[in-house]
């Protein structure tokens, strides 16, 4: 025969479970939070899968394509630091050791008619200091970007391209791009220097700065 509970008891077992699912429901909309929060990142308007760490697993299918520049077509213009969607542009350069000389007078570090060589911000040719330089032996200079800092106005690339051997040169930073359907850079190019190429070769030289294409 079952017993009557006493008015309090029952009152306190509604209070645990009214608890335990306030609880729950909490639990569940924070996971909830946390699962949106690592979709935001891809499933905002025009976001690219570039198959890093964070994003795997998110379900979105890869891009069939990704937009990238030329670097042979590319004429240095400074619209790729200006015309990105992104308030810091998605295009940066990037440097290739191998093609490097090594310069004591680096075209792409130094302002032109520079008279001393040195780290002096005035002497510098990049407009948000983002060439660093390391002494290596005499004569010889690591140069490197900080892609950070780089915004991808190409001067360092045009310097180099004149009178270096053409190591620096812009590319889409592909983790940094939106992958937008239409890159108002592309739309803005005068050199025709962007298209649409496989997510599984998205940069157009190689390691050794020599063309893919
Ligand atoms: S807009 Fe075209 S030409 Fe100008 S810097 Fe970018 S890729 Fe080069
Ligand atoms: S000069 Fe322009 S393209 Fe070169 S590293 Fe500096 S910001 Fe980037
Ligand atoms: S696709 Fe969009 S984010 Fe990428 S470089 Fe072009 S404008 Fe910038």
């Known amino acids: 025969m079952s017993e009557q509970r ?8 509604w209070l645990r479970a009214t608890l335990r699912a306030a609880a729950l429901a909490a639990l569940g909309g924070f996971v909830g939070a946390m699962v949106q929060r690592g979709r935001r990142l891809c499933t905002k308007p025009g976001s690219a899968c570039v198959g890093c760490e964070e994003r795997a697993g998110c379900g979105l299918p890869p891009r069939a394509t990704v937009w990238q520049l030329d670097p042979e077509k590319c004429i240095q213009c400074g619209k790729c ?3 990105c969607v992104l308030d810091h542009s998605a295009v940066r ?32 040719l990049c407009p948000t200091g983002a060439i ?28 180099c391209n004149m009178f270096g051997n053409g190591s620096l040169y ?15 850079i592309a739309k803005a190019c005068p050199a025709d220097a962007f298209s649409r190429v496989s997510p599984t070769e998205p940069y157009l030289r190689n390691a050794d700065g020599s063309s893919k294409t």
């Open 6 to 13: 006493p008015e309090s008891v029952s009152r306190r077992h």
């Open 81 to 83: 630091a200006t015309h």
């Open 93 to 124: 350069c990037f440097h290739s050791h191998a093609r490097c000389g090594y310069c004591k007078l680096c075209f792409g570090y130094f302002e032109p008619g520079t008279a001393m060589l040195t780290e002096a911000a005035e002497n510098q």
């Open 132 to 159: 660093h330089r390391n002494f290596v032996e005499a004569p010889y200079y690591e140069y490197v970007i900080e892609e950070d800092l780089c915004v991808g106005c190409g001067k360092c690339v045009r310097g």
């Open 170 to 184: 812009l590319q889409v930073h592909q983790k940094i791009c939106l992958n937008c359907n239409e890159c108002s």
